[in-house]
Nanobody, 115 residues
Framework: QVQLVESGGGLVQPGGSLRLSCTAS????????MGWYRQAPGKQRELVAG???????NYADSVKGRFTISRDNAKNTLSLQMNSLKPEDTAVYYC?????????WGQGTQVTVSS
């Protein structure tokens, strides 16, 4: 079965950096579009960044120039490098895969930006 396991979340001060990772299994990772979403308390889940099987990327306006999404097809791993973090980046971050017409989600990892 499809499994997505996120890691790398934590507490960081404003201006700091974190790197999230998502390890995927149970599907052909290299053929799938992948993405990172986040959900803050009281808000809807929103797309942070996406990457296609051809490595085309897109970003939410709020993270452009600060976050970088990447994929390692040899390791079935999706990453999100987050720099210049702001308090408004605080949320649970979810890994997403689109495979065979279905959406799959990881369990999420908490990112808290606070001094």
């Amino acid at each position: 079965q499809v499994q997505l396991v996120e890691s790398g979340g934590g507490l960081v001060q404003p201006g700091g950096s974190l790197r999230l990772s998502c390890t995927a299994s149970g599907f052909i990772f290299s053929s799938s579009s992948m993405g990172w979403y986040r959900q803050a308390p009281g808000k809807q889940r929103e797309l942070v960044a996406g990457i296609t099987r051809f490595r085309l990327t897109n970003y939410a306006d709020s993270v452009k120039g600060r976050f970088t999404i990447s994929r390692d097809n040899a390791k079935n791993t999706l990453s999100l490098q987050m720099n210049s973090l702001k308090p408004e980046d605080t949320a649970v971050y979810y890994c997403n895969a689109i495979w065979a017409g279905e959406d799959y989600w990881g369990q999420g990892t908490q990112v808290t930006v606070s001094s």
